[in-house]
């Protein structure tokens, strides 16, 4: 297993220093503010990047090396053209404000920062399996957003330790973000490439229940009782269908710890 946990020793790298591994590279532009240099150096501190690279090193070898880039203007996205993720030090900001402001320590007694260090590494985890796709030329059936959103809950859950909860709190971004979406959608967001932050909430909050039912078996009470019983039977079935479908594409698939 992978650690998750903040790291508060060490040294800190400069900005726009590289760290380097045979499969990955991952690069921090100079912040622009003060605020973007605390983002730079929480970042830093987590230990999120390590996991990242373990993961990759583990079960995604790229052909053509990854580049992960912080404080890139766009983002968080995929550039299938330069072969790099692009990762705002701002989006760090915006998660770890979300956390704050609904009290999340109070709540689920987990930091604002651990909350936004969770979701950016299923942020990582998810770009990064846009950039495994076009890379491994893997046929996807379906949304291609809704399949890396999969991925990166898939690898949280089997590999990282405390990953479960790391992709609950990674999921509670996707409740805090469409809360402040009106209670009626624009037209844009019906044709997306992404499915509803509701909906990837519930699908995420779905295979972790799915992956041990009995350690999690309250995680899906707030769904309607008449329809609770048979949801949690598929969302054991969905956790174990798409981690053999995934594992069919991801390297040693049959050593996980």
Known sequence: MFSRSLLLVGALLSA??????????????????????????????????????ALSERLMPFNKPLV????????????????VVQMPYTFYQEAWSYFKKNKYDEKYGKSAELGAIDTILHTLIHEAGHAYIADQNIPILGKEEDAVDNLAALLMIDYVDNGDDAAISAADMFAFESGDKPDYYEFGEYIDEHSFDLQRYFSTLCLVYGSDPEKHKQLLDEVEKDYLTERKDFCIYQYQTISQNWHHYLKQADSKE
């Open 68 to 83: 992960i880039e912080y404080g890139s203007d766009d983002g968080p996205l995929y550039d299938p053209q330069k072969h």
């Open 16 to 53: 726009q220093a590289v760290v380097a591994s045979d499969n990955i590279t991952i690069r921090y532009l100079e912040p622009l503010d003060a605020k973007q240099a605390q983002a730079l150096k929480e970042i830093q501190q987590s230990g999120v990047n390590d996991t990242m690279l």
